[in-house]
């Protein structure tokens, strides 16, 4: 009985052993993804500090671009206006191809014209 006791002791010592070995490891491979990480990130902050005041410059133009807008499209219309063949225009657009008779109020048994 002692035999056995202290048989399975061993096995159960060198299991976890075994286990200790495997997670550490696995840990090992962690922490060398970690350092490699860190460097990348460090590469990055480095990139965006060249690339910030680039960016805040776009966002400035952008403004003055999304201010001028309404007076562009206003420009647009003008010409838009000038240069039609007919100046007088419709009030509701119809397609080329003439008004459209809708189903759906067949299924309900309204006749339309």
């Known amino acids: 009985m002692i035999v056995l006791t202290v048989v399975v002791i061993v096995l159960l010592i060198a299991g976890l052993a075994f286990y200790l070995f495997w997670v ?21 902050n480095r990139d965006a500090a060249l690339i910030g005041p680039g960016v805040e410059h776009i966002n400035r133009s952008g403004g003055t671009v999304a201010g001028a807008l309404p007076l562009l499209y206003g420009f647009a219309e003008q010409i838009v206006r000038k240069a039609s063949p007919n100046p007088t225009r419709p009030d509701v657009a119809v397609p080329a191809s003439g008004r459209r008779r809708s189903r759906l109020f067949d299924g309900v048994g309204l006749k339309t014209l």
């Open 24 to 44: 550490g490891t696995l840990l090992t491979g962690i922490a060398t993804n970690l350092e490699a990480c860190e460097e990348s990130v460090q590469q990055v």
